[in-house]
Structure formats: C-alpha cells, structure tokens
C-alpha cells in the first residue's frame, strides 16, 4: 500500500522537493550578506541616531524580495490542500480505484491511513521547512519593517515560525475531509479554498488576538506614536493628531486599537482633536509644530491609550495557534476515518 501510494505521488513530491531545495540554495546564498548589511547599518546609524532612516531605506530595498517570500510561505498549505489533500480520495471515487483496492486484503483504515501519514507528513515538512527558512532570512527585515508588515502582524505571522506547519496539516486533512463528502475535485477544490481562506480571516480577527489576554496601557506622543500634527482651521483653538498603530519602548508590537484620550481620560479616536490654542505658542502655524507642539499636548494631559499585544509573545502565539490547527487537523481526520468505515462506499 505504501509502494502504490508513492507511485501516485512521487511525481509531486519530486517537483516540490526540487523547488524547496532550488528556494534553500537561494535563501542560504543571499541570507548572509542580509544580516552582514543590516548589522553595518545598525552599527553606523546608533552613532547619529539615524536609525529610522536606515530602517525605511534597508526594507525598501528589499521589500518586493520579502513580500515574495511572504507570499510562498503563505500559500504553500493552500496549494496542499488544493493539489494533494482535495484529489487525494475523490481522484480514487471517480475513477472507481479504491473498490479494487477494498476487495484485496488492505482495510479501508489501512488504506486512508497510508494516504493521510504519506502525504500529510510530506506536506506538513514541507511547508514546515519553507517557513523557518525564510524566517532565517527575513529576519534582519522584520526588524527593520513598518508596523502594518512587522512579526507580529497578521499577514507576517501566518508565514513565519511553526505556524504554515499547523496551516499545511490542517488544509490538506481539510481537502481530504471535503473531497469524502463533496465526491467530485473540482467542487472539493473550491470548497476547501473558501473553508480555509475563511477560517484564515477568523483566526486573526476574532481568535488571535485573545490567546493571551491583551496589555492596555497609556504613553505619552512622540514620534514612536504619531503620524502627524495638524491644525484644523475649521475648529479654532483644536489641533488634530493623527497617531499610529506603534506604542514607545515596544518595538514590533501588535497593535489592536489605539486612540487619544484626553486630560479627563474621555476617549477622542485615533485621529483625535486636542483643544490647545492654534494662535499662539508652539503649536501656531507660525511655529511649524514639531516637537515642540508635542511637549505642548503632552504638558495639557494628552496621551495615547492603546490596546497592544508585544514582540515577546511571538514564540507563545506560534505554539498556541499551531496547536489549536493541530487539534483541529486530528479531528478532521477522526471524521475521515468514521466516514470511511461507515457511509462511503
């Protein structure tokens, strides 16, 4: 049963081995010189305190290379799902090949076990190995991204760590458990992409963010938290700070809701209106704002409130998240192994 399964899919498997090994020689040839220029730029930039400079102009230069990787990672449990978890039985009901197979002396159990264990291990090794590789290598980039592309922002999150392993296993037993029900691999394909795509949105919008109860804290503006300082000529007397999804001294955070309160504590959003005079003082036209409008808005009482969820909790989500697409990737395949035994035919 081993020695037929691999017959089917040796073919995939070379070509996926293939492209795994041609992505590693890549990485392994380019990595180095990655973090050799970011530790030169890193050294040379502390000395004049230019360091968000350096970092804006080192992603920049590589941000299509770390977008690409991203995206690989990112799609490689999709396309196991799609190419081998989806075709792996209903390939064999439309043709009518695992009735043969029934009638010698292999179990349906033993049969669907064979499959899943082959290939299921293949993919989740596969997709284990592409994630931390290009860990590895991104790694001098995800210090140095924009907030909305940091480690722990959802779309960076998916595709670092041990995460696309619990993704990969997950999507393929998923492609396995609808081609059973669905019966035919097209119909299998399309629903086992909107199940997984949806399940993807749900995990970071509704789950994620409470694995571990967030931090909520207050910190003063500065150029850390606020995107911009402008006055509102329509509203005399009224300064508009837009902040952003950063909070000081946490670089890397992950930042769920972050809004400007005022000296009483009342809430104003994230593109808040501190009233402050805008005829005289440092925050008049005249002045330019600047820094000196922030020591202004912070002297009144002004702060930001955020809700945040720190770098230092990275290793704990990739655990947690992996483990719950583990249980459900072990329930998914109980379901197969029911079905099979007892309604397929």
């Excluded at 284990?128 to 790694?139: I, P």
Aim: hydrophobic content about 50%; overall charge positive; aromatic content about 10%.
């Amino acid at each position: 049963m081993i020695w037929l399964t691999w017959r089917q899919f040796r073919g995939s498997a070379a070509t996926m081995a293939a492209l795994l090994v041609t992505l590693a020689v890549v990485l392994a040839l380019t990595g180095p010189g990655l973090a050799s220029d970011y530790s030169a730029g890193i050294a040379a930039c502390t000395q004049d305190n230019t360091c968000d400079r350096f970092y804006d102009h080192f992603f920049g230069g590589h941000e299509t290379s770390f977008m690409a990787l991203t995206l690989v990672v990112l799609l490689l449990p999709v396309l196991a799902g799609l190419f081998w978890g989806a075709p792996l039985i209903t390939r064999e009901l439309e043709a009518g090949t695992h009735l043969m197979v029934w009638n010698q002396s292999i179990t349906r159990g033993r049969w669907l076990a064979v499959k899943l264990g082959l290939m299921g291990l293949t993919a989740v090794a596969v997709a284990g190995l592409c994630g931390l590789m290009v860990t590895w290598w991104s790694d001098p980039l995800d210090k140095s991204a924009a907030e909305n592309l940091a480690l722990m922002a959802p779309l960076v999150f998916g595709a670092r760590g041990i995460a696309p392993m619990g993704y990969a296993a997950f999507t393929f037993v998923l492609g396995v458990t609808v081609g059973m029900l669905v019966r035919r691999t097209l119909p299998a394909m399309a629903l086992t992409l909107a199940v997984f795509a949806a399940i993807q949105l749900a995990m970071p919008l509704l789950v994620r963010p409470h694995l571990v109860p967030p931090i909520t804290s207050t910190f003063e503006l500065g150029k850390t938290n606020v995107n911009g300082i402008g006055v509102n000529r329509d509203r005399g007397g009224y300064v508009d700070i837009q902040l952003r999804s950063a909070v000081p001294g946490h670089a890397g955070a992950w930042v769920l809701s972050a809004n400007l309160i005022d000296p009483s504590g009342r809430t104003l959003g994230s593109e808040g209106a501190a009233q402050i005079s805008t005829t005289s003082g440092p925050c008049a036209p005249s002045a330019g704002g600047g820094d000196s409008c922030i020591v202004e808005i912070n002297r009144l009482g002004y702060r930001q409130q955020a809700t945040y969820q720190p770098l230092e909790r990275f290793w704990p989500f990739q655990w947690i998240e992996t483990g719950i697409y583990t249980l459900l990737t072990l329930g998914l395949s109980w379901f197969c192994f029911w079905w099979i035994r007892r309604r397929l035919s």
